[in-house]
């Protein structure tokens, strides 16, 4: 199984958004797989397509991945011109992790209606679909995006426990993402994922990932819980508690999700501390 690290972007008041930049670097040279965001549009993070080419820009082979960014909150042909852009300034590293969201106030705050957003985003993902392929949009006379670096689009990962879900991610994705559980409920998802695979009659397999949270260090662990709860608001206290706090529970919680079938961890720093990584690496590297 690999092993990805989660950029802070989401955590409240970093002293400066180079700390998320020096953090990729560090990541690259270390050997973590991915860079991952979290992202919402109601909160003061930064953005996280922003973020990941920036963190391009500074690396050279490790992956970038949104995990996740909130699909129907966005304009569709701007969010596939951005997504195919930062797949060809990256070299074919990115990766588009999503879900349709479930706080209404990132959709009020973009004017997009919330109630409906399941059905807009059907809609959305077949438009841009049909925009990495290089098909006209109506009343356009070229195409609207780059073409993706593999000729067709750029890859996606789908979020969220619902069956629409499921059913976008068999007709559009490579693989599922869990934003947040245990390796338990990933097995479960794994079950269901796998047999719409098989029904839809795709080849191969799915790809799976999972997030988790961690601070080792006492400061990191002072901003951890006040950067979790902050940004999860009513459950943030059981977020906190299931973060990774020691290296011991670090490579236990590696090797439970591995057992479960991820094929990805991505552990998300919760603090500006660059030297977390060196910690997370030496505990499941």
Not at 94 to 117: I, K, P, W, Y
């Amino acid at each position: 199984m690999k092993i990805g690290l989660g950029l802070p972007n989401a955590v409240p008041d970093l002293p400066g958004g180079r700390v998320l930049v020096e953090l990729a670097r560090r990541a690259d040279s270390l050997g973590f797989s991915t860079l991952a965001t979290i992202g919402r549009l109601a909160y003061p993070n930064y953005e996280e397509l922003v973020t990941l080419a920036a963190a391009a820009g500074a690396t050279e082979r490790i992956g970038l991945f949104t995990d996740i960014l909130l699909g129907p909150a966005r304009e569709t042909m701007l969010l596939a011109k951005q997504a195919a852009s930062l797949d060809q300034l990256s070299g074919g590293r990115f990766q588009l992790g999503v879900a349709v969201g479930a706080r209404e106030d990132d959709f009020t705050l973009t004017g997009h209606n919330f109630h409906d957003r399941g059905r807009r985003w059907d809609v959305a993902l077949e438009q841009m679909h049909a925009a990495w392929r290089g098909e006209l949009p109506p009343g356009a006379t070229r195409p609207s995006t780059p073409r993706p670096s593999n000729g067709v689009g750029v890859p996606m990962f789908f979020g969220g426990q619902a069956e629409p879900e499921i059913r976008r991610l068999v007709k559009y994705g490579i693989g599922y993402t869990l934003g947040g559980g245990t390796p338990e409920r990933l097995a479960q998802m794994k079950e269901k994922v796998d047999a719409a695979w098989k029904e839809a009659g795709r080849s191969g397999r799915p790809e799976y990932r999972a997030l988790s949270y961690f601070a080792i260090d006492a400061k990191a662990q002072e901003w951890g819980e006040r950067s979790l709860k902050d940004y999860y608001g009513g459950y943030g206290d059981r977020v906190w508690a299931g973060a990774v706090k020691t290296p011991a529970e670090a490579k236990a919680r590696a090797e439970a999700f591995e057992q479960a079938g991820c094929d990805e961890l991505i552990l998300f720093a919760t603090g500006p501390f660059v030297e977390e990584a060196d910690r997370l690496a030496e505990a499941v590297l």
